[in-house]
């Protein structure tokens, strides 16, 4: 019998830490002002664009993370922690999900073969990947919101036991959305006597206008496989920002880029998958054997993401993960033939489909053989005898008809309570995904104030003088309008009106915030950023320093975050003795670590002690929060060092 029950497994891991305590301002590529657009298409391809996909590409763009933090309270340094799991098991195949951090299916193994079927990561190292910072790499994880790595990536969702089709049990995991407001689940299940876990998905948009709406399942998988998908044609996406379609197996160099270390940079494929053709995708080793996912035909694209074998790509690879460990590939499905499209979800339509993972075990010679169309046919036989077009098919409907709407049991973990409030606001119905308004918190309650008063206790802060997080929807706008007009309702209604990209009414409102405030730094740290992003960099630093001088150290967590941006400014702008008087009122302990360690450097540099900056090089640091494609190490090297960039320092991701 399939049992579903809690586990505990221990990891090496980096603790999470705080959240960034300063609003998540900074507007993203390609959000409107930012003189970034729509992804580039080459224009040899744009006659063969599918119209869908054209009316799709650079729709709706996120302008920032807002309301979520920025995640960059991790380091490096890695401690046994225990972790909770969720176990789904039967006679064949073990499953093994962390509801803390994402729902992530962090283990497939396949118990007749004794063969682990993902690349699971044997240490938890947090990385600034996902849209709002920390992310880690390995097993299944399930994006949604906007292209990137789920916001949801080491947050909590709701999990709890449905009865399933056949009476087993369901592992169902929730959440609401944040980016777009829009309530998900995830069903996880294991029929008697299945090898593939069958997996459930379902969006619902329940307000009354339409969403832009994303998904796509990303499972990594180990590298030294050939990745195989029903296609002769791929969408490629390099860090040039360019799509361009390629031939497949062989682009036009010769290379085979069905084989993840035959590539020399990292790079997304997206299998140009025909109409009418069964959705899968396949990783096989060298015997055959390997991982297969498939889905109904709603889930539309497929995609192969390599890193690629070059200098950059490796030492990602070994930043996510600890020494010896082989690296990984990572094979994807998703709603969208790419993922620079956003589908529009229609004001109270949901959509859903259903996925399968499991092994598959095709014919080697064949599967790894010159002949690509010959290759691709003995995988999709293989898959068909082991788990049947139409039996997927009938999952989903038997799913769909019996399971997704029913009423979980009792809880085995707890998401966020913004949900909750949500569904107070709105008065939506949700069957299936209950959030009771007992799931409310301290971070809700201000908001609660707010839909039942009219108006923000203390303003709604964190702790002490702190801002606490902004709800930036229309609805919540609205209500922030309205509200009586003090000084951190002000800087709240500022924050909402950045984000819907009133960015001249934003500054009015957090101008007149500050006319009236003890307290002026949040007001004056808003205000630097869109200096920042108007194109006015002096006035911006002028504002960071004012802030950082306004805050005096009193916040030890906000005195951190605020001097690294003051600092940073600073140097920008040249203004390097106030950098440096800047960086030395911060804590003995915030300077020892690498972000503030790179700070001392360019501050060095700056001051024209080229010696003494590249001695910050040779006695080592890390930059826990760098994020995925910076280059900014290179670059500073460069002018610290005429010599070869060291392997600990190049991260990057595309060619000189």
């Keep these: 019998m399939t049992t579903v029950r809690r586990a505990v497994i221990t990891l090496p891991a980096a603790q999470l830490g705080p959240d960034n305590p300063l609003p998540a301002l900074r507007l993203l590529v390609g959000a409107p002002g930012t003189g970034s657009g729509a992804p580039v298409v080459d224009e040899r391809d744009r006659d063969r664009i599918p119209r869908d996909m054209a009316r799709q590409l650079g729709r709706a763009p996120l302008r920032t993370v807002l309301p979520t933090r920025i995640r960059d309270g991790y380091g490096r340094e890695r401690v046994p922690t225990a972790l909770d799991a969720i176990e789904i098991e039967n006679d064949l195949l073990r499953v093994t999900v962390l509801p803390g951090l994402g729902g992530r299916v962090h283990s497939l193994f396949h118990k007749p073969t004794g063969r682990e079927l993902l690349y699971r990561n044997p240490v938890l190292q947090p990385a600034a990947f996902a849209l709002n910072g920390a992310w880690f790499s390995g097993g299944i994880e399930w994006n949604i919101g906007a292209r990137g790595h789920t916001t949801l990536s080491c947050a909590p969702l709701h999990a709890a036991v449905v009865p399933g089709p056949d009476g087993g049990p369901v592992l169902r995991l929730w959440e609401w959305e944040r980016l777009r407001d829009l309530p998900f689940q995830v069903d996880l299940w294991l029929p008697d006597g299945a090898e593939h876990l069958r997996v459930g998905i379902r969006i619902r948009n329940p307000h009354e206008r339409a969403v832009p709406c994303y998904w796509w399942s990303n499972t990594a998988v180990p590298e030294d496989r050939r990745v195989l998908a029903p296609a002769d044609e791929a969408w490629h996406f390099g860090y040039e920002h360019a799509l361009r379609r390629v031939p497949l197996p062989r682009t036009s160099d010769g290379t ?288 960071y320093a004012e802030a950082f001088d306004d805050l005096d150290g009193g916040d030890p967590l906000v005195t951190a975050a605020l001097g690294r941006e003051a600092v940073t400014a600073l140097l920008d702008t040249g203004r390097v003795g106030e950098a440096r008087g800047v960086l030395a009122r911060l804590p003995e302990d915030v300077r020892a670590r690498g972000a503030f360690r790179y700070l001392e450097a360019r501050l060095l540099l700056a001051e024209g002690r080229r010696g003494e900056a590249g001695a910050v090089f040779d006695a080592g640091f890390e930059v826990a929060d760098l994020r995925e494609g910076a280059e900014e190490l290179g670059e500073l090297w460069s002018r610290t060092s005429d010599e070869p960039l060291p392997g600990a320092y190049d991260f990057r991701m595309r060619p000189s």
């Design 256 to 543: 085979d880029r069905t084989y993840p270390l035959r590539s020399t940079h990292a790079a997304d494929y997206f299998y140009a998958v025909p109409d009418g053709r069964r959705r899968w995708i396949a990783a096989l080793d060298e015997h055959g054997d390997g991982l297969v996912q498939t889905s109904t035909d709603g889930l539309l694209g497929r995609k192969l993401f390599l890193w690629g074998t070059g200098r950059g790509g490796r030492r990602w690879q070994e930043w996510l993960t600890e020494p010896g460990t082989p690296g990984y590939a990572e094979i994807q499905a998703g709603l969208a033939r790419t993922q620079l499209e956003h589908p529009l979800l229609e004001a109270g339509e949901e959509v859903s489909w259903l996925e399968a993972y499991g092994p598959l075990t095709a014919d080697p010679a064949t599967a790894h053989g010159p002949d690509w169309t010959a290759a691709r046919a003995s995988v999709e036989d293989a898959l068909e005898a082991a788990l049947p077009r139409n039996g997927v098919d009938t999952a989903y409907e038997e799913w769909r008809a019996v399971v997704a709407d029913a009423g979980p049991g009792p809880s085995l973990a707890t998401g966020s309570g913004w949900g909750a409030l949500e569904v107070l606001r709105g008065k939506h119905e949700l069957p299936g995904t209950p959030f009771p308004e007992e799931l409310l918190g301290e971070e809700q309650r201000p908001w609660l104030d707010l839909l039942r008063t009219g108006a923000l206790p203390d303003g709604g802060t964190d702790t002490g003088t702190r801002p606490g997080t902004t709800l930036v929807s229309d609805a919540w706008r609205d209500m922030l309008e309205t509200a009586p007009a003090d000084p951190s309702t002000e800087y709240h209604l500022g924050v909402a009106q950045w984000a819907a990209g009133d960015l001249a009414q934003a500054v009015r409102s957090w101008e007149r915030g500050l006319k009236n405030t003890a307290t002026r730094w949040p007001l004056l740290y808003c205000l630097a950023v869109a200096d920042r992003e108007g194109g006015h960099p002096q006035r911006a630093a002028d504002r």
